[in-house]
């Protein structure tokens, strides 16, 4: 299974940025992608080897091709960390604002 820290580190690269944009527009083969990017082929099966390991993409067979395109599911785990992560920035923000007395209030 996917972690948050795998998600952020296959997204902390620009070209695989890149790629998950273009698939994300249209599902693509790795011809496709190469055809559009100033890197090849190998270049980029290796990114999307990495974007695939994240869960962010999935490959599908379409006659003798594969065809990528954005795995929705792959995000959740991202989206669940930072749900815990803004909740949990808010309790202490409470927590900060409840320990100060009022001030001003007769």
Request: proline share 4%; hydrophobic share 40%.
């Amino acid at each position: 299974m996917a972690t948050y820290e795998a998600v952020f580190d296959a997204l902390g690269h620009t070209t695989r940025r890149e790629i998950l944009e273009l698939v994300r527009r249209r599902p693509s083969s790795v011809q496709e992608l190469a055809d559009q990017l100033p890197i090849s082929r190998p270049a980029v099966s290796q990114h999307l080897k990495i974007l695939g390991d994240a869960g962010i993409v999935s490959a599908s067979s379409l006659g003798t091709r594969r065809v990528y395109s954005v795995n929705k599911g792959g995000f959740e785990v991202l989206r669940q960390w930072l749900d815990i992560m803004w909740r949990d920035a808010l309790d202490s923000f409470v927590s900060f604002a409840d320990s100060y007395p009022e001030e001003g209030v007769k």
